[in-house]
């Protein structure tokens, strides 16, 4: 009786194992391109100081990020019902103190909107004065809530 060396079996198998794991890896990867699943959109960081008046409501943006308008939605609620103010999905305003890009807000600028003015299609009441709104700001292609205050009309 012979006994032989045969290496033979050892090369396929882990060939098959190498195109196999290169294959699973690259499905992974492609799969990840064609349904979008990259990195998330990082949210801005601002510091904004709100007010509001009988007249009107004034952010102004006291430090941080650039904030893009038409990306954001500004949410303003009756703090005592919970009742809906305001949704829009764009904010916009009037801009003011060295607002110059009429589509950016940024540190040392304030935009200011009168309630009888349109927020996207929708034209407030004034709330009366002394009463407290829920303002929320949410930069939506990130999902992430920028302001979050309540405030007290004065």
Excluded: C
């Amino acid at each position: 009786m012979k006994f032989g060396k045969n290496d033979e079996a050892v090369s396929p198998v882990i060939g098959v194992i190498l195109m196999v794991a290169i294959t699973v890896i690259l499905a992974a990867v492609i799969a990840a391109f064609v349904f979008g699943m990259g990195p998330p959109t990082k949210a801005p960081q601002a510091q904004l100081k709100i007010t509001a008046t009988t007249a009107s409501l004034k952010i102004t943006h006291d430090g941080g990020d650039p904030l893009i308008l038409n990306d954001l939605k500004l949410t303003i609620k009756n703090a005592a019902n919970d009742a809906a103010i305001v949704t829009a999905i764009r904010m916009n305003g009037t801009a003011g103190s060295g607002f110059t890009n009429a589509g950016t807000l940024t540190a040392g600028n304030y935009i200011i909107n009168n309630w009888g003015n349109s927020w996207d299609g929708a034209i407030p009441g004034a709330p009366a004065a002394n009463s407290i709104l829920q303002v929320q700001i949410l930069d939506v292609p990130s999902g992430a809530l920028i302001a979050n205050t309540r405030v007290t009309v004065t």
